[in-house]
């Protein structure tokens, strides 16, 4: 993940249009973020969208009232009908907004984008789905996110980051972290945020142990043999 935050700073001093990749849930919006925080752009709007079903109208709207000198994420860019990407392929090739309307002049906007999807865009090119110039002018930067059973080590600090951000003082026995870091996350940051501010809300001590922890995550323990005593409870920590 060092390598990923790196390569997203990089960008982040670029002005060009960034691509991100990887499946649902990795928290491609967070590496969107992060990018906008580390830019020029980071005092202006961060503004997402979820491309599903987004007209023509509601981009122009957005990139000219709410984003305008900031970053636009469009997120699941995939989902973009053919006549949008059209719209936007124009608009990244020379910034100017195709305005919706008859006698409506064509303004030109200055607005970062950075676009998001969990598919392969070469693929819906391939199946006519997807425009393929329009591929090319998204993925001027491409930055792929690894699903969180590849990345077991960024759990913990993950975990501190959401924590730190509720408020709530929890302390995890080694069984407890252990069991997060073995667990496969099949719903990715996604998930593993849900479980904490589950455990913030549920909890009824600081302390978190193995048995306190969802069905899920005891039953993939279960289901794939761990070792009773690699879980047994041993003095709290915090993760780290």
């Given amino acids: 993940m060092t390598e990923l ?3 997203a700073e990089s960008a982040a001093k670029s002005p060009a249009t960034v691509l991100i990749t990887g499946e649902s849930g990795v928290g ?13 752009r980071r005092l202006a709007p961060f503004v997402g969208m979820t491309c599903a079903g987004l007209t023509e109208a509601r981009l122009e709207s957005e990139l000219f009232e709410h984003a305008r000198g900031g970053t ?7 989902d973009l009908s053919l ?20 006698d409506r002049p064509s303004p030109r906007v200055d607005v970062r984008v950075v676009a998001a999807t969990y598919r392969n865009l070469n693929d819906l090119a391939a199946a006519g789905q997807f425009r393929e110039d329009l591929v ?8 792929h996110v690894p699903p969180l059973r590849e990345r077991p080590e960024d759990v913990h600090a993950l975990m501190s980051h959401f924590l730190a951000r509720s408020g709530r003082e929890l302390n995890f026995t080694d ?5 997060f870091r073995r667990y496969s996350w099949p719903g990715n940051v996604r998930e593993l ?16 142990g193995v048995e ?16 009773a005593g690699d879980l047994a409870p041993r003095p709290p920590s915090r993760p780290h």
């Fill in 193 to 208: 945020l849900n479980v904490v501010e589950q455990l913030v809300w549920l909890s009824a001590g600081t302390v978190v």
């Fill in 175 to 179: 069984g407890a972290l252990l069991a």
């Fill in 136 to 143: 090319y002018r998204l993925r001027v930067i491409h930055l």
């Fill in 28 to 40: 491609k919006d967070l590496v969107a973020r992060h990018i906008h925080s580390q830019s020029s």
């Fill in 5 to 7: 935050v790196a390569l």
């Fill in 83 to 102: 006549r949008v990407q059209a719209w936007l392929l124009r608009f990244l090739e020379n910034g100017e907004i195709q305005a919706v309307g008859p």
């Fill in 212 to 227: 306190d922890l969802p069905v899920s995550i005891r039953s993939f323990l279960v289901a794939n043999e761990w070792a």
């Fill in 72 to 78: 636009l994420f469009l997120d699941e860019v995939g």
